[in-house]
């Protein structure tokens, strides 16, 4: 029994959700519209103030394309509505980054700078230059483009240098030292 896949989604006001053929999902709000094509075996059905997710058997398959895709489709409502956000720190001496149009510059300790071009759908701030927030309606989105900037330089456990999630801590490890 999927215990996800069985509860409604409740649709928000201003947030509309559309079901069109072959399981098109649409949902529109204030930040904007995101779509999503589902397994046609799934059912999903549209009222006023709810999303709900049945699946036609109990197959393993169909049990876990249930509990995505309800997932999902809460995800979908929950990014139009209020929006997804992650936040970057940038530690090290000398490491910061800079927006330049729709292009991140990240200067990380390399003998050059990395640029990340901005995927549409998406806003970079930089409320400091060793503070990266990204945010934006679609959460997949939002966490690879997250990673992808976190991937430039990992955080590294002996001088805590690099790129690091807000809330992520890094263990710290002891350097080598001096035989006596």
Do not use: W
């Not at 215990?3 to 904007?32: E, F, H, Q, S, Y």
Request: no cysteine.
């Amino acid at each position: 029994m999927s215990r996800i896949g069985n509860k409604v989604v409740n649709i928000p006001a201003g947030v509309t959700v559309t079901v069109a053929d072959n399981n098109l999902v649409t949902v529109k709000g204030p930040k904007g519209e995101l779509s999503f094509q589902f397994n046609n075996d799934i059912e999903v059905s549209v009222s006023a103030t709810e999303v709900a997710v049945k699946r036609p058997n109990d197959t393993k398959e169909m049990k876990t394309l249930h509990g995505t895709t309800r997932a999902l489709i809460n995800n979908m409502v929950k990014g139009v509505s209020e929006g997804f956000t992650k936040k970057l720190e940038i530690n090290g001496v000398g490491y910061r980054a800079a927006l330049q149009g729709k292009t991140l510059v990240v200067s990380a300790g390399y003998s050059h700078t990395v640029e990340k071009e901005i995927p549409a759908g998406l806003e970079v701030k930089l409320p400091k230059n060793t503070i990266i927030e990204i945010s934006g309606a679609d959460k997949q989105l939002v966490g690879q483009f997250a990673a992808d900037i976190r991937d430039i330089r990992k955080p590294e456990p002996y001088k805590g240098k690099g790129i690091k999630y807000d809330y992520e801590t890094i263990r710290r490890k002891e350097g080598k030292t001096a035989k006596k």
